[in-house]
T-cell receptor, first 113, second 114 residues
Framework: AQSVTQPDIHITVSEGASLELRCNYS??????LFWYVQSPGQGLQLLLK??????LVQGIKGFEAEFKRSQSSFNLRKPSVHWSDAAEYFC???????????FGKGTRLSVIA | SQTIHQWPATLVQPVGSPLSLECTVE??????LYWYRQAAGRGLQLLFY??????ISSEVPQNLSASRPQDRQFILSSKKLLLSDSGFYLC?????????????FGPGTRLTVL
């Protein structure tokens, strides 16, 4: 069965600083990997996804993520954080077929001036 | 593109009262549909998912139930609410025919049980 670990519950960064959110997954086959963002009181929005091919994936809002099979990781990055990026971020892994995604517990990002 | 509607947006209910939350989708056919719950400060808990009309899989045994009476309608119900049912309920759809579900989420329903 798949599992996802987001080691950081809460991260605080300064506006304009770079960001990296960690995600480690466990899955025996080729994983399908996702990052979602949730603003307070809102639903989740898909930031990016990895199915195959180039291991560096570009997403919306200037985010990117890199799939590293050897480290079972799919870390999310952004070179310069904006105050509007403050939100909860969820990593998820999927398997082939009609099975639900497995989500991590989320990382809350705070942005300070 | 697909759109997910959830109704109502917020709800305050007394303990022991019934519940009905509705999720409807537009812009796609035969989607997989999901109900999740977020308790305060917690992650996502998958409650139910459905791959077709009348087909419901339950992930967590509890006093909630789900039904899918139409292809694009997913309903979450309870006969008697508990305090622990409070939370943020999210409906999601997965696009059928893809290698795996890319899930898209609705705006959510905030439920407070008093």
């Amino acid at each position: 069965a798949q599992s996802v670990t987001q080691p950081d519950i809460h991260i605080t960064v300064s506006e304009g600083a770079s960001l990296e959110l960690r995600c480690n997954y466990s899955y025996g086959a080729t994983p399908y990997l996702f990052w979602y963002v949730q603003s307070p009181g809102q639903g989740l929005q898909l930031l990016l996804k990895y199915f195959s091919g180039d291991t560096l994936v570009q997403g919306i809002k200037g985010f990117e993520a890199e799939f590293k099979r050897s480290q079972s990781s799919f870390n999310l990055r952004k070179p310069s954080v904006h105050w509007s990026d403050a939100a909860e971020y969820f990593c998820a892994v999927g398997a082939m077929g009609n099975t639900p995604l497995v989500f991590g517990k989320g990382t809350r990002l705070s942005v300070i001036a | 593109s697909q759109t997910i509607h959830q109704w109502p947006a917020t709800l305050v209910q007394p303990v022991g009262s019934p519940l009905s939350l509705e999720c409807t989708v537009e812009g796609t056919s035969n989607p997989n549909l999901y109900w999740y719950r977020q308790a305060a400060g917690r992650g996502l808990q998958l409650l139910f998912y459905s791959v077709g009309i009348g087909q419901i899989s339950s992930e967590v045994p509890q006093n909630l139930s789900a039904s899918r009476p139409q292809d694009r309608q997913f309903i979450l119900s309870s006969k008697k609410l508990l305090l622990s049912d409070s939370g943020f309920y999210l409906c999601a759809l997965g696009l059928a025919g893809t290698r795996t579900d890319t899930q898209y989420f609705g705006p959510g329903t905030r439920l407070t049980v008093l």
